[in-house]
């Protein structure tokens, strides 16, 4: 299984739809992110989580809501889907000491 | 604010070196990561180097660090079809909390 694994893989939805993207893993890694990726712009963070009761903006957060479950999970909800948050969506975790990320493979969502 | 900014193609030959190269605005960041995203897939990490190093090298992989202009580049030595894919530069910002990441290299192999 993979380290982090995120649900579903690819998601076309409608918009004003109300639609959440899911992760989990098995790291055992306390810090938990949601990243965008669109074309040209790299990565962008949307939200981080530290713990279960630490959650925090990154630098897109507007439009968009999380949940951090357990250590394990942290899921990214869109309350109201729009055309512009048509994009691949990552969520990573890391440990304490700054050896980088491990991403899942993404959720590629579509809103039209 | 903090940047980081890399070239978004590069196509070299098979069989040649590839040099990636990026630039980085927070001075004072701690470490800095090289990840390889091939198609459809997550984004991997290759590779870091902490600010207190000038390089690094893994096998075929060579990072070199210039903190005074603030130049990190990546350089795949050998280059082969199955490196054809998007590498992008990182860096972890002071305290710690973020990583930024640039847009991303496009590296084509040509047979």
């Known amino acids: 299984d993979a380290d982090v694994t995120q649900t579903p893989r690819n998601r076309i939805t409608k918009t004003g739809k109300r639609i959440m993207l899911e992760c989990s893993q098995t790291k055992g890694h306390d810090r938990m992110y949601w990243y965008r990726q669109d074309p040209g712009l790299g990565l962008r963070l949307i939200y981080y989580s530290f713990d279960v009761k630490d959650i925090n903006k990154g630098e897109i957060s507007d439009g968009y809501s999380v949940s951090r479950q357990a250590q394990a999970k942290f899921s990214l909800s869109l309350e109201s889907a729009i055309p512009n948050q048509t994009a691949l969506y990552f969520c990573a975790t890391s440990d304490l000491d700054g050896y980088g990320y491990t991403f899942g493979s993404g959720t590629r969502l579509t809103v039209v | 604010g903090e940047d980081v900014e890399q070239s978004l193609f590069l196509s070299v030959r098979e069989g040649d070196s590839s040099v990636i190269n990026c630039t980085y605005t927070d001075s004072s960041s701690t470490y800095l990561y090289w990840y390889k995203q091939e198609p459809g897939a997550g984004l991997q990490l290759l590779t870091y180097?902490?600010?207190?190093?000038d390089m690094k090298q893994d096998q075929r992989l060579t990072v070199l660090l210039n903190k005074k202009d603030k130049h990190l580049s990546l350089r795949i030595a050998d280059t082969q079809t199955g490196d054809s894919a998007i590498y992008f530069c990182?860096?972890?910002?002071?305290?710690?909390?973020?990583?930024?990441f640039g847009a991303g290299t496009r590296l084509f192999v040509k047979a």
């Open positions: 990182a860096e972890r910002v002071t305290g710690g909390f973020k990583t930024i």
């Open positions: 180097i902490f600010s207190n190093m």
